[in-house]
């Protein structure tokens, strides 16, 4: 019996594409050994000898901290600041995709933006209140919301300007890191906004709720009722923990799959009301000026969308063989069914392999077996969604979309929210990688 041998069919090993990729289903049978097909796993006879004993291995180790940090070598795997001299301006914190795997983002790599810093907030004297067109206006602490029964549920959260330099009109070489870092994904644990809303007894004429945070900005933003009632949360934990400060320590709304800024951090207070508030955020900063001058109002829900994190830009191949193609997909309106990847530029594709469970408006981890001859390649990923969405060329985006000229100088002035075209790494002979139009 051959080494692939198993019950039934052996997964087949062939390419369904073009430029080396290879049938999903090997990474889908079980105990299926991917080294067998040309991994870099095998040593020659001169190094098949007894492991040495390296100098850690030969000494007592260190102490056990009572809150772990990562290994020293790991110091590269570190969120980039737009403000790193901490002036009086906001400042913006990305997630290193291209240094990351799985679906989970650690909590101190979750990206963020503070418009007016970080309060320190004393959770015991921070306050939550519902009011406006309710029966009775409610309160509540930290203390009193947590003996409320609990929900979890995962949930990415993406800005509405993550991946704005692809709206350049010439492609940036910066990593996945500085295009796409905008975006995150936690499992939130918290009370169902609908059982206070319940228990204040919203007024059936209320459709909007205006939530206000109790940064020094006081960012507030509208919110259906609709939406409250589906799937919101007053976030408390993420991850297991409490929130990080950055993330709305000691608790933040969850609009899962809605645009970021909406997800109110430092949350004290929740107004229902008959009409919008037409705050600045959702007046001014979120309202998507269109080609021809239209702008786009009350866009709320992040598109469909994937992106290759490995290999990508900051990565090099360091020789032809076996690779695997990974990356992270996601939607704001349901659960990702199907993620297709290139090799060649688009010419051809084949469906890559979903690592599950699916969550909806979660992050969705894909992997697709690709052995590389060496050759030039470029490489894409394309989703699609439950409910049928998929993302569209940038042919097609950029002609509903529009684009701007580098250098990218005055983001309120050029379009720069909700892209979810395609994103191309090309792979050079040296194994070298490009951020690419294709």
Sequence with gaps: MGPFKRRGRSPSFDAVAGNGLINRRALLGQGIAIAGVGAAATVTAAAAEPLKDNPWSLEMGGPTPAAQTPSR??????????????????????????????????????????????PDIDPAEHKLVIHGMVRQPLEFTLEKLTRYPLVTRMSFLECAGNSAPMFSNEPMQITAQAIHGLVSNSEWTGVRLSTLLDEAGI???????????????????????????????????????????????????????????????????????????????????????LPGGKTWRFNFVMQVKSFITNPSFGHALKEPGFYTISGVAYSGTGRIAKVMVSADGGKSWGEAALQGPTHPQAFTRFVMPWRWDGQPAVLQSRAWDEVGNSQPLRAQFVAARGETKQPLTNPVMFPNQHYNSLTSWAVDSKGEIKHVYA
Excluded: C
Aim: proline residues 7%; positive net charge; glycine residues 6%.
């Design 73 to 118: 070598f790991e110091k590269a795997v570190t969120r980039t600041r737009t403000n790193p001299d901490n002036e009086f301006r906001n400042s913006h914190a990305r997630t290193p995709h291209h240094l990351l795997n799985g679906t989970v983002t650690p909590n101190s790599l979750h990206f963020s933006i503070n418009h007016a810093g970080i």
């Design 203 to 289: 007024d059936p004429k209320a459709k909007w709720l205006v939530a206000e945070g109790a940064d020094a900005h006081f960012l507030d933003r509208s919110v259906p009722v609709k939406k409250a009632y589906d799937d919101a949360l007053i976030a408390i934990y993420q991850n297991g923990e409490h929130l990080m400060p950055g993330n709305g320590y000691p608790m933040r709304l969850l609009l899962p799959g809605y645009q970021g800024n909406m997800n109110v951090k430092f949350l004290r207070r929740i107004k229902a009301v008959d009409q919008p508030a037409m705050s600045m955020f959702e007046s001014k900063t979120y309202s998507q000026i």
